[in-house]
């Protein structure tokens, strides 16, 4: 696994917890990560993560509006 350092200023009143949780929020997103690698980065249970996506704006169903489509037409 690889690490990054970050410079945070000072005034930036945040954590590294709250940083691991925006960057795995995205990256579920994205689709870069599945819920399991997300929720892994932060250290937390798939259950825990998912509560925890609609703070970051993130929807825990991470799929294109183009497939659902398609889904129910072939339903």
Do not use: C, H, W
């Not at 005034?11 to 819920?35: C, P, Q, R, T, W």
């Not at 996506?53 to 398609?70: C, E, M, Q, R």
């Amino acid at each position: 696994m690889r690490q990054l350092i970050l410079n945070i200023p000072d005034f930036v009143d945040i954590d590294e917890k709250e940083i691991s949780m925006i960057l795995a929020s995205k990256l579920y997103e994205e689709g870069k990560l599945s819920l399991g690698q997300a929720a892994e980065l932060v250290g937390l249970t798939k259950r825990t993560f998912s509560e925890l996506l609609g703070k970051y704006n993130v929807s825990l169903f991470n799929y294109p509006a183009s497939d659902l489509s398609s889904d129910v037409n072939n339903a």
